[in-house]
């Protein structure tokens, strides 16, 4: 039975998984980063061992519920495969769009709070709900920018959505205050508007301000107007169970809950204040709304207001490579009437999309980084230029460098080393990553299972391998420059020289290994689909053998089976499937 949220909680983030899978401390729940557990190995475990301990609240950042394109039924399925694994009493994500086109910002980006946008979002929230087979919450996001023509306020876009679908909000009291200094935004009629209700869960986190913006950043405490804005809510809405976020320059756990500690006590005070008292006190803290409010318009503007038009514009304003200026067309689908003006707060955007893709590129290629020095930064953004994101997964958003680095007319040596070089680096680093996050699967053949195929069907027969299994093929020794940058040396230039490997997750743990050229390429053609015979063909040589390969493939075969790299036998011509 689904257990049900009270109290207060922290984020399970990864520098505390082995200490409160360790010492499991008092927490009334825990909440995960939805899309770091969508895959298998550790992440799947850590998952499972926390669902065995607390309540685990499941929080995406990749759902796109105001998207253009069709919900994406991978991420649904891995969703709902999560959800029910852990039983989780609560799944949410955000009222924003993350990209167009089937191109992918990894940003929680602003929504035009229009009829057709609220047709279209309570559209997708009822089929997801459907999917889940259990309700959907939304967070109010931070924002920089917001659109011109609004025709409702978010507060009340929201409360009707629940009440019209059966969602619920999880109210980030933190981004409610960054709101009323970006947007101009009454924190407090925000509140009043939302139904008892609809309100399921709170956040809370810290915030920084960089040329007169406020950024959503959970890298510092709670800040004192955030406390004060969250003893109302907590009086309005006294049974809502809250979250500490803290995701960036994390203290220590004995910190963190100490701060989830904290919010316990406001809480406690707010139940026994006057609410006007705690209205009063909130208001004398954030002082005053920042000048350049304007009341909404009585009827949109009459030009540029279809949701994919100023999806599309914004969109536009944020891959700018040059940054956000005023004579840019785009910009005057923003409202130009809030408190931030729209050049700066659309900048803020398109400064977040080049950052935070080149960040998470640098954790998953630390070597290419290491090599290209402080020209990583530019390095990534002409590749990101040519070829933005796609997957629903940050971690995915380099997956095409190794080809674009292979064939980019770089000088050579530009970097030290030539471009095809840096290109094997980053495949190998690539393929550790996808092993990494690949799903689980216990179907392994016994090595038997090869003594049972018929002579005549070796002809045809064909292989499954397990999704943690990758090849990869090199013009150098591209590992000693990945495990020099890992050891914390300065890597030396790698010897040239066809260099093939093996990556795999015999358990939690990426292991590489040096093979054969023989063995990677038959490997790699069976991975790809082809029958025994043609993957013998494909790797034979003018001068070798045929039946000689095809004998020396039979024993690597049983030693690929015996390492547990086979799920299952597929012979055509007798329309077996032959699996453990």
């Known amino acids: 039975m689904t257990q049900k949220l009270f109290g207060v909680g922290i984020g399970f983030r990864p520098c505390h998984y082995g200490q409160i899978l360790r010492d499991r401390p008092k927490l009334d729940f825990l909440e995960i980063v939805t899309e770091n557990f969508l895959g298998g190995g550790r992440a799947r475990r850590y998952a499972r061992e926390l669902a065995e301990h607390y309540p685990v609240a499941m929080h995406g950042v990749a759902l796109s519920i105001a998207g253009d394109q069709p919900l994406d039924g991978e991420y649904l399925r891995r969703l709902k495969d999560l959800a029910d694994l852990i039983d989780s009493p609560l799944v949410s994500d955000h009222l924003c769009w993350t990209g167009i086109g089937g191109l992918n910002s990894h940003d929680l980006l602003p929504v035009p709070l229009t009829e057709e946008t609220y047709r279209h979002v309570a559209a997708r929230v009822r089929y997801v709900q459907d999917f889940l087979g259990r309700p959907l919450g939304l967070e109010n996001p931070s924002a920089y920018a917001a659109f011109a023509g609004a025709e409702i306020g978010e507060a009340q876009f929201l409360d009707r959505l629940c009440r019209e679908t059966g969602a619920f909000i999880l109210l980030d009291v933190n981004n409610l205050f960054v709101n009323s200094q970006n947007l101009g935004v009454d924190p407090i009629a925000y509140l009043e508007t939302l139904s008892r209700e609809s309100v399921r869960q709170f956040h809370l986190a810290g915030h920084v301000v960089e040329h007169g913006v406020r950024i959503d950043t959970h890298d510092a405490p709670v800040p004192d107007e955030v406390w004060e804005l969250y003893r109302v809510a907590a009086r309005l809405f006294p049974d809502v169970p809250t979250l500490v976020e803290w995701d960036d320059k994390l203290p220590t756990l004995e910190r963190l809950i100490a701060e989830a500690e904290t919010a316990r006590s406001h809480h406690a005070v707010a139940q026994k204040a006057e609410l006007a008292v705690l209205k009063a006190s909130a208001r004398a803290a954030i002082l005053e709304l920042p000048p350049g409010l304007a009341p909404l318009p009585e009827t949109p503007p009459p030009h540029g207001t279809a949701l994919e038009g100023m999806q599309r514009s914004l969109w536009d304003l944020i891959r700018h490579p040059a940054g956000v200026t005023p004579d840019l067309p785009a910009i005057h689908a923003l409202d130009p009437t809030m408190p931030v003006p729209r050049e700066r707060g659309a900048g803020v955007y398109n400064n977040a999309y080049f950052l ?24 990534f953004g002409s590749f990101l230029a040519e070829h933005p994101s796609r997957h629903f997964s940050v971690d995915r958003a ?8 292979r064939s980019e ?10 471009a095809h070089v840096l290109g094997d680096i980053a495949e190998l680093e690539l393929a550790r990553s996808a092993v990494f996050f690949a799903d689980d699967t216990d179907d392994v053949l016994p090595t038997s299972a090869l003594a049972e195929i018929d002579p005549e069907a070796w002809e045809s027969v064909r292989f499954s391998f397990v999704p943690a299994l990758r090849v990869v093929s090199c013009t150098c020794d591209a590992w000693s420059v990945v495990t020099a940058v890992e050891s914390g040396a300065a890597p030396e230039k790698p010897k040239s020289g066809d260099r093939h490997y093996i990556v795999t997750r015999p358990e ?8 054969d050229g023989l063995s990677a390429r038959a ?40 390492a547990g790299y086979v799920t299952a036998i597929h012979i055509p011509s007798e329309g077996v499937v032959h699996d453990h």
Do not use: C
Not at 356 to 379: H, S
Not at 508 to 515: A, R, S
Not at 534 to 541: D, K, L, M
């Open 409 to 418: 007319p770089f000088d050579d040596e530009e970097f030290g080393v030539p």
């Open 523 to 562: 490997l790699a053609a069976m991975q790809s689909g082809l029958g025994f015979r043609a993957a013998a063909e494909h790797v034979t040589a003018s001068d070798e053998d045929l039946e000689t390969v095809a004998g020396d493939l039979v024993q690597r075969l049983v030693r690929w089976v015996e």
């Open 398 to 405: 380099a997956d095409a460098m190794p080809a674009w680095l």
């Open 508 to 515: 939690e743990t990426v292991e590489v290994e040096e093979i």
């Open 356 to 379: 935070r893709l080149r960040d998470v590129a640098a954790l998953n290629v630390p070597a290419l980084a290491k090599v290209a020095g402080d020209r990583f930064g530019d390095l």
